[in-house]
């Protein structure tokens, strides 16, 4: 057997067991008490946290820290781990951001020759692109932290009405279009609301813990069901129907005509009234917005504050 096979059979070994003696090793692998004491070297080198433990019954303990044992990949898989971390290239912010590049970069030393030379083509003809945001999440980390352990948060957090302190429960954090978001359970009414990250000015975390009633996966499905329904209703011409299929919250909601023109039925929570108006609004003629009346009246809002902007000319 190999010395490398021999190594990594005894790294999964010892990473397992944490509390072994080199003599429950020799007998394990068949091997000499002196060659243990080298491979325990030879693994301690490698970078793996080995603790030995002098006396009579002493031994060795691997630290909590330990290197996870090694995980063998094959050539595709490597290649699509490596581009999952390109994929993030384009946050500007990350937690883990110093690890994530350390990782990507020990896969890409990992590769053969040839999975090298792959991953360059494909560097070269393909991208996960997304403009990079210019605003920063500087307490992205420190949050993150917070919520792991469950801790509640003092924020100083920025908004219309200016920076006010909130105590709040985080629920979690996610990104979106380059963005990071954390929904929060506000504590002084029980409300849960969602916060920019970037938009958070100072944190103090507190030891006290409140047990919220959902987590971040349940948060983000009930996220989509509305609070105060409303119907939507919307006749679309055929570009009204290509346009209404690249906005992710209208395109489950679009249905096709054979003609090519379409419509849209559906159930939104009022609160979404304002962002739908302005989309609706740009759509023009290509959608026209039948119920609800509310929703009539911000369009014509918005037709009215352009008119006033740009008046007809005075005819000569």
């Known amino acids: 057997m190999s010395k490398a096979k021999r190594l990594i059979d005894i790294l999964l070994f010892v990473s397992a067991k944490k509390k072994f003696?080199?003599?429950?090793?020799?007998?394990?692998?068949?091997?000499?008490v002196r060659?243990?004491?080298?491979?325990?070297?030879?693994?301690?080198?490698?970078?793996?946290p080995i603790y030995a433990e002098q006396g009579r019954h002493g031994g060795y303990t691997v630290l909590s820290n330990a290197i996870p044992p090694p995980i063998l990949f094959t050539e595709e898989e490597a290649v699509s781990i490596f581009f999952a971390f390109q994929s993030?290239?384009?946050?500007?912010?990350?937690?883990?951001?110093?690890?994530?590049?350390?990782?990507?970069?020990?896969?890409?030393?990992?590769?053969?020759?040839?999975?090298?030379k792959k991953v360059d083509t494909l560097q070269s003809y393909m991208a996960f692109w997304n403009p990079k945001r210019a605003i920063t999440t500087p307490l992205l980390t420190d949050v993150l932290e917070a919520i792991i352990n469950q801790s509640q948060l003092h924020i100083q957090y920025e908004s219309k009405s200016g920076?006010?302190?909130?105590?709040?429960?985080?629920?979690?954090?996610?990104?979106?279009?380059?963005?990071?978001?954390?929904?929060?359970?506000?504590?002084?009414?029980?409300?849960i609301l969602l916060f920019r990250v970037d938009r958070i000015h100072a944190i103090e975390a507190s030891d006290e813990s409140h047990k919220t009633t959902m987590n971040l996966q349940?948060?983000?499905?009930?996220?989509?069901?509305?609070?105060?329904?409303?119907?939507?209703?919307?006749?679309?011409?055929?570009e009204g129907v290509r346009q209404c299929l690249s906005e992710p919250h209208l395109e489950k909601a679009v249905v096709l005509l054979s003609d090519g023109t379409g419509y849209i039925d559906t159930i939104i929570d009022q609160g979404e009234l304002q962002f739908n108006s302005s989309l609706f609004f740009r759509l023009g003629p290509h959608a026209i917005v039948k119920e609800p009346q509310a929703l009539i009246q911000l369009l014509r809002q918005h037709a009215h504050e352009l008119l006033e902007i740009y008046p007809e000319p005075n005819e000569s």
């Open 218 to 238: 349940q948060w983000l499905e009930s996220a989509y069901e509305p609070q105060h329904p409303i119907r939507l209703y919307v006749e679309l011409s055929s």
């Open 163 to 191: 920076i006010t302190s909130k105590h709040v429960q985080p629920i979690g954090v996610y990104a979106h279009d380059g963005l990071w978001y954390m929904p929060a359970l506000l504590l002084s009414n029980e409300k």
């Open 88 to 116: 993030l290239h384009y946050y500007r912010d990350l937690p883990f951001n110093t690890q994530m590049k350390s990782v990507s970069q020990k896969l890409y030393d990992s590769l053969q020759k040839e999975a090298k």
């Open 21 to 32: 003696t080199a003599q429950e090793i020799a007998d394990t692998f068949d091997i000499s």
């Open 35 to 48: 060659t243990v004491h080298r491979y325990l070297l030879d693994l301690s080198d490698m970078g793996l």
